[in-house]
């Protein structure tokens, strides 16, 4: 085997956002810019000799391209072994487990997530360390400054390796491991939740519907809903992983999972709905005419968590991003455990996790997750709220409602502003950021603000401080409005808007959550100028 020194020149923009490099799929096939990005991988982490290293990806467009090259870049850079999916495929939880159960030195993830994928679509890169999470803002930082000194990467001379069959194969030294990406992940869901009771719950009659939105979850989808539980067939749709998500948008949400919730809101659906992203680690649950938001869902989890065999022993503490809504805090507070308030990014929770001060996390983008990988996990949620169901016997519906007579709830809603100008969505934070000082006390659309910062997040663990991580506002009735730019975006800028109001009172629990969030929704229009910054009339998007 031949190992080539090819010649490059630092590339522009290859700065890790929240959750990786994402670009369009186009600019990634030009010439170099995988190849430097990979190399600058290597180089951050300090060199691939005699490490082991797990690859796979979300199965979309160039997936199966760009995993040849980190095969023969990880060959021409000395590494002793790379764990690859069959055929590149890995869901993200799937490959975080891989990682952590073969003590791997990290792991290369190829994905976009829930960005489009296709030729005109988008792609990523993502590395995880040996802990199997996202590498933390240190490591990035790394990468990122190896990005722009990169004027050589290695690369070795080889035909491709077959990926078709789990198997082993040489690329000179190196060993290639193909192995069959649901195995261990199954496994591992059958240790976590009891597989029993949810067979009897099929067994007896419970219908339910997947959509793995022609994306990676599908293989897994049906070998532990179908062939392992006893789903009834059929009961995965769209279960064939397509390099273009079927041209759709694989985003779980209530927009681009319109299909599924349409199924659900209709008299004869099934009695419990969810769908997963791109890349298998987001998750939407929604029951018959009851959709599940990721805020409330995270705390279902929480309050019900002992009734899973891996969770019986209580929990150790939860952790949500800034902007999930309180409904998490309110269980912990009756647990009796800690809450953390992290920045938005899977990754802020790692620490959290290996030290044992969380068990549960959760975010407002569909991410539910827990100690056992280091990422958000799709169908370990669902397979959650099927465990609670097959104990409790009761529906999404009337299991919400018991929750939020208990809790109180956390009427809520994203609204997000997309593609809008760079600058007139920066200019819109910083003109709020210089005023938060001066708004407590003030009132806004009826309201009265009680208190306004930027969040900053000091890491309990390692001490780090991230800040910069979105401007809050509360308001008296406690609601709660929070600003900030989208870090996954590929074009533009889009403003996040988010917008909460807690309800104890309990003839109040069942109302529209946009009505209940009126007086919310006015105060930020009030605080923040939005129509007119934007140009937009209203949200492009709202959850
Ligand atoms: C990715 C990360 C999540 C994060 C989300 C936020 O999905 O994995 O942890 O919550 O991005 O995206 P945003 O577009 O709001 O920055
Ligand atoms: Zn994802």
């Not at 000179?172 to 992940?185: K, R």
């Not at 009961?235 to 694989?250: A, E």
């Not at 519906?397 to 809520?412: I, P």
Request: proline share 5%; hydrophobic share 40%; glycine share 12%.
């Amino acid at each position: 085997m031949e190992i080539i020194t090819v010649d490059t020149r630092p590339i522009d923009g290859q700065k890790p956002g929240t959750s990786g490099l994402r670009k369009k799929t186009r600019t990634f096939m030009e010439p170099h810019y995988l190849e430097n990005f990979v190399q600058s991988i290597f180089d951050g982490i300090g060199g691939l000799k005699d490490k082991t290293l797990v690859l796979g990806g979300d199965g979309r467009y160039f997936n199966d391209r760009a995993a040849q090259v980190v095969l023969r870049m990880a060959a021409a850079s000395g590494a002793a072994k790379v764990i690859v999916g069959q055929n590149a495929i890995l869901s993200t939880p799937a490959a975080s487990n891989l990682i952590r159960i073969r003590e791997a030195a990290g792991g290369i993830i190829l994905s976009a997530s829930h960005n489009p994928g296709g030729p005109g679509g988008d792609f990523g890169v993502k590395f995880n360390t040996p802990n199997g999470g996202p590498a933390p803002e240190n490591i990035t930082a790394k990468i990122h400054m190896a990005t722009q000194s990169c004027i050589r990467y290695f690369i070795a001379e080889s035909q491709d390796i077959d990926l078709s069959a789990p198997g082993s194969a040489k690329l000179g030294e190196m060993e290639v491991e193909i192995v069959d990406p649901v195995a261990d992940y199954a496994a591992m869901m059958e240790r976590i939740f009891d597989f029993d009771a949810i067979r009897a719950l099929f067994a007896g009659g419970f219908t339910m519907r997947f959509d793995a939105m022609h994306a990676v979850t599908g293989p897994y989808a049906h070998a532990i809903l179908e062939d392992m539980l006893g789903a009834a067939k059929g009961t995965v749709i769209n279960g064939t992983p397509d390099p273009s998500f079927g041209d759709g948008h694989p985003d779980p949400n209530p927009i681009w999972a319109k299909a599924l919730m349409d199924e659900m809101y209709s008299d004869d659906g099934p009695d419990f709905g969810a769908a997963s992203d791109g890349d298998g680690d987001r998750n939407m649950i929604v029951g018959k005419k009851a959709y599940v938001t990721p805020s409330d869902s995270v705390a279902v989890l929480a309050a019900n968590a002992t009734l899973v065999p891996a969770y019986k022993g209580g929990l150790k503490g939860v952790a949500r991003s800034m902007p999930t809504s309180r409904a998490l805090d309110r269980v912990a507070l009756r647990l009796g455990i800690d809450c953390y308030e992290t920045p938005t990014g899977w990754k802020f929770f790692g620490n959290l996790l290996d030290a044992g001060r969380a068990t549960i996390c959760g975010e407002e983008s569909a991410g539910t997750g827990s100690d056992h990988v280091r990422e958000k996990d799709g169908l370990w949620a669902v397979l959650f709220w099927l465990n609670i169901l097959a104990e409790k016997k009761t529906s999404v519906a009337d299991l919400m409602t018991a929750h939020w007579q208990t809790y109180g709830r956390n009427y809520y809603t994203r609204h997000d502003y997309e593609d809008v100008d760079a600058k007139a969505a920066e200019g819109l934070i910083s003109d709020l950021r210089g005023r938060l000082a001066s708004l407590p006390g003030t009132e806004a659309g009826g309201l009265t603000v009680e208190a306004a910062d930027e969040f900053a997040y000091d890491d309990p663990v390692d001490k780090s401080r991230t800040e910069g991580q979105g401007l809050r506002i509360t308001l008296s009735g406690g609601a709660r409005m929070v600003f900030r730019l989208s870090g996954t975006g590929t074009a533009g800028a889009t403003l996040r808007v988010y917008l909460e109001r807690a309800e104890t009172d309990p003839d109040k629990l069942d109302l529209d959550p946009q009505e209940a969030l009126a007086p919310v929704i006015a105060a930020a229009e009030a605080l923040a100028d939005i129509k007119a910054r934007t140009g937009r009339d209203g949200p492009d998007v709202t959850t």
